[in-house]
């Protein structure tokens, strides 16, 4: 069967197409590459959330893969065997803490500057994220050259792009993360916010495409038809979850698919369905570049959850040390973090998951909010890069790398044959081999 098969239906006049995951009938013999031959595909990603950590309860006891991790990265360790944390390193770019974090991680680069504002500057990136370059790398390969989603709402300052936006093609050039759930699968199954979507709430996606189904099922053996139950089990899974409660499709500018309950953001729940679109988009094949902004740099997101009754920036800066309200909404953040590398992790490709499959850059703009320091550096390299990366190795700088080798690691990791990342005081061609398998 070939990977590109695709069902295809009419709902109201409106178009509707359901990708399918990796079948059996798609792969060769040994379950490790396509039936003609070509590699299962490997993509590249980037998991990102604002303001930094608590660098105290982050930095792992140990080195290499019998490290311990402390409270902030212990979330992870249901998927510790595809996380790696890498420490020590620093952005050599940095002259203006949010700004040069940002720019130095995603880009390699020393931010742009458009202007001022207060006491404080406007600025841009002045090259192409990396999820751009893994885009570039990618094109013409998928139906969408890059997905770009968001979770905590934008609540962030007049700062420019780079306090804004995630993905970036170049100075003030940017790919808006969708903040949406419904609108994501909209775009994902062709199902745009027309007038004839108005019942699209109460009809399944699958409904359309019921006939062509039934035949395919007759057509594959039976784990394919499993996988096939599994794939369209949660097609209707997240379906069910946009639809309840309301009675008719989001259009544009409608009010959010969570709504704020009694003031607070659903972050747990909107993480869930941006995870579950994310893995059915990436097990399709629809895309092979990806960013996962969980909240922006500098962000002003109120992690309710971990106690907190004021925007995250805001407490780095107030709360005394040793900052516990600050350290319990990493912790919440690398929760959510874990429940998308878990997802990953349990959708099955080929002779492994998707997460094997995957190179993932999760990171964030500043080391510790409190003092802003873009030394000792924040960054996990998750996934397996489809056996390019190692998984699970804590690889320690003690002499002060320049981050932007673990971003060419995970660019490589995704079978990117660059020579290099970033530019100037940026500028790598060595990757961190420790982590490469």
Known sequence: ???????????????????LP????????????????????????VWFWGNGV????????GEGTGFRPRAEL??????????SPVTGLEI??????????????MTGMRYHQVGTTRDTIVSTFAGPSCDQIAAAAFEGQTPYRSIEVAVARFRGTDEGTTFQHLSHNGPNNVNPSEYEPRRVFERLFGMGPTAPQLDFARKSVLDVVNAQIRGLQ?????????????HFESVRAIELRLAAGAA????????????DVDGREQLAERNVAMSELMALALACDMTRAFSVMYSSAGSGV????????????????DEGAPQPTVHRAVVFIMEQLAHFLRRLRDTPEGDGNLLDHCSILCTTELSEGNVHSNDEFPILIAGKGGGRLRGGVHYRSHGRENASKAVLTALRGAGIPLGGFGAEAGHVTDSLGALEA
């Open 22 to 45: 990796t079948l059996e009938a798609m792969l060769g013999s040994n379950g490790d590459a396509l039936a003609d031959g070509r590699p299962i595909p490997t993509r590249f990603g």
């Open 218 to 230: 007759g057509r594959v053996g039976a784990r394919d038809r499993q996988r096939l139950e599994q």
């Open 74 to 83: 212990a979330p992870l360790n249901d998927v510790r065997d595809w996380v």
């Open 92 to 105: 050599k770019t940095a002259t203006h803490p949010h700004h040069s974090g940002m720019t130095g991680i």
């Open 302 to 317: 109120v992690v309710w959850p971990a106690g907190a009754n004021n925007g995250l920036h805001q407490m780095c800066h």
């Open 1 to 19: 069967m070939d990977r590109r098969t695709f069902l295809r239906g009419v709902l109201g006049g409106a178009a509707a197409t359901i990708a």
């Open 54 to 61: 608590r660098r105290e309860h982050w930095i792992p006891d």
């Open 248 to 259: 008719r499709c989001a259009t544009p500018g409608a009010p959010a698919d969570f709504p």
